[in-house]
């Protein structure tokens, strides 16, 4: 072990340890810089400067896309297989919390060991393992390591151990809960506290989702470990795949399809998460920051990752969300797709009573897909009409329909140069009184850059047409472009969905602000409003092509006067025959 004392007498002169890319001490070294400047082992040694590894490289560049989608297909079926079978007669739903929080256990486990063990490894000791230190050795790195990667575990802790022999420990409910509990507390007082507070709270070792008997609770937490442990995710910090960013988004798509409405409201499918992040993104190759106030699990915001990459999302990923579940479910999302605990700040709250980002800069891109005619204070507050999000429009959102106070807040938090993509229910595009109000302002200020009428039954537990406001502050003309995108879906199992080439086609229609019949048409705000009361339903501008059949009159005639030629001599022909036989 001596090279490992000298990794922790390194690790403890430097502050600058950190993953790729690596944070530098003041003079611009890295803790391998630092081993080459006259450190040594403890038999006095020199340490050989190591060997730089290889660029990681981007999903993108993978040379076996059929293998990598077979691998992702088959680890898929795994995952919910155990899944389905750990949780007995307990409802999917109400379980996922557990298979979730374990899944990312493993992954944060894996995470710092492959970490520690790269660098060991590249200083110079090819057979180093944390897993395999001692619990004493490792602590002295701890506060190094909660300061870079945020958190910290023991040896003994790490998933890859605990998850051994599990079956045989009498007392696994109370040494996972302690392990929970040790991490959550490792961020205490560093500036990820906020992002591990709580992050555990819904896997309660106690509960009867578990088992009736403490025999039983211990048996199907053994299961769970097993279940997960035995998953092949490869090698976590392999840059080639992200297999566990992608089994916890599939595992999410399978608890909302099964959990019907109460799915719909915690995840957005992820075909139109990309047609709403395209639809933002533009022609940008990179963004400041994107926020999401009704963030849910957060695949909205991560979706900017996968198409512009996390480095060209230079200030991270905001949210806020106000179910404690779901938003620990949004914070563990973030870790598993790679997300460092500083480069995203989810916040838990009531956005519109309570929003928690009101310092910040203003946002270039704001996607998100609030919860539909949900109930909020509203003037029952009224303080509220002069709060700087709702005044000016002069009127506040009703009480029963809080959708377009959402509208108003993502504008107020909109920045000069950026848009916003609202999935809204379609009641919002039409009703009167203070909606109509909040319409004009909208309308009159050109903000509303375009409205697109998806297709129904696009969302679990939703089978009405949803459609898309876009926001803009930086319009060129004073139009506004609707869509309709209702017949581009494909039925697939009992849902609809759009493909890629729908996503390309309506993408391209909002950006190219192009009008094509029966499918997009430009409308000049001056028309939307008088008698048209701001209507901003898309049926209302873009024409229905009429598919019935088309006649030719001249065509039909004919037909007609052959028909009747043709029984007057049948007509003829039968009165002969009876004469005949009246003889």
């Given amino acids: 072990m001596l090279i490992v004392r000298c990794w922790i007498t390194v690790a403890r002169h430097s502050k600058a340890y950190a993953s790729p890319p690596r944070k530098r001490g003041t003079d611009g070294t890295t803790p391998r810089d630092v081993r080459t400047r006259g450190y040594t082992d403890s038999n006095c040694t020199p340490i ?45 739903w109400d379980f996922k919390a557990y298979i979730l929080c374990f899944l990312f256990y493993r992954f944060i486990s894996e995470d710092l060991a492959e970490y520690i063990d790269e660098d060991e490894r590249a200083a110079g000791n090819p057979d180093f393992s944390y897993a395999d230190l001692a619990d004493e050795e490792a602590e002295g790195v701890r506060e190094d390591l909660v300061e870079l990667k945020g958190y910290f575990i023991l040896p003994s802790q790490l998933f890859q151990n605990v998850a ?34 709580g992050l555990f709270d819904d896997v309660d070792v106690t509960s009867n989702k578990l088992g009736a008997t403490l025999e039983e609770r211990i048996t199907r937490l053994a299961k769970i470990i097993t279940g997960i442990r035995d998953l092949d995710f490869g090698r976590v910090r392999d840059a080639q795949i992200d297999l566990f960013g992608d089994a916890y988004e599939y595992l999410m ?29 533009g022609n940008k190759t990179a963004i400041n920051k994107v926020y999401d106030p009704a963030c849910g699990s957060g695949s909205l915001l991560l979706k900017f990752a996968k198409i512009l990459g996390t480095e060209n999302i230079r200030q991270g990923y905001f949210g806020q969300e106000i179910n404690p579940t779901t938003y620990n479910l949004c914070r563990i999302n973030m870790f598993l797709h790679h997300v460092p605990f500083d480069k995203f700040n989810i916040e838990r709250g009531d956005t519109l009573i309570n929003p928690m980002h009101w310092d910040d800069e203003p946002f270039d891109a704001i996607v998100s897909n609030p919860p539909y005619s949900t109930k909020w204070i509203g003037d ?59 319409r004009k302002y909208l309308v009159e200020g050109n903000y509303v850059e375009a409205v697109i009428q998806l297709p129904a039954n696009l969302f679990f537990g939703v089978t009405i047409a949803t459609c898309i406001i876009v926001l803009s502050k930086s319009k060129t003309d004073d139009k506004v472009l609707f869509i309709d995108a209702s017949n581009l879906f494909e039925h697939v199992g009992n849902k609809n969905k759009l493909m890629p080439e729908h996503i390309e086609k309506i993408n391209a229609l909002v950006q190219e602000r192009t009008e094509e019949q029966y499918l997009s048409h430009l409308v000049g705000i001056d028309e939307l409003g008088g008698e048209n009361k701001y209507n901003l339903s898309v049926s209302t501008w873009v024409e229905k092509e009429d598919t019935r059949e088309k006649i030719d009159i001249v065509e039909l005639n004919a037909r007609i006067k052959g028909i009747v030629a043709r029984q007057q001599e049948l007509r003829e022909q039968l009165d002969a025959i009876v004469a005949d036989l009246e003889g």
């Fill in 48 to 92: 050989p400067a190591p060997r730089e590894p290889p660029a990681r490289k981007r999903c993108l560049t993978l040379a076996a896309p059929s293998n990598r989608e077979t691998q992702r297909t088959e680890l898929h079926k795994a995952i919910w297989k155990i899944a389905d079978e750990v949780r007995g007669a307990v409802d999917s």
């Fill in 164 to 197: 051994k022999a599990p079956e045989k420990d009498p007392e696994l409910n109370i040494h996972v809960a302690e392990i929970f509990k040790s991490i959550e507390g490792s961020s205490v007082g560093c500036s990820s506290e906020k992002d591990f507070k």
């Fill in 253 to 281: 798509n399978m608890y909302a399809s099964s959990a019907g409405k109460s799915g719909g409201e915690f995840f957005t499918p992820q075909e139109v998460s990309e047609l709403l992040a395209r639809i933002v993104i």
């Fill in 380 to 438: 029952d507050d009224p303080t509220l009409i002069n709060d700087p999000r709702f005044a000016p429009a002069g009127v506040l959102a009703p009480k029963s329909k809080a959708d377009l106070a959402f509208t108003m807040h993502m504008l107020s938090w909109l920045s000069s140069k950026g848009r916003a993509a609202i999935v809204e229910f379609p009641g919002v595009l039409y009703r009167g009184g203070a909606e109509q109000k909040i």
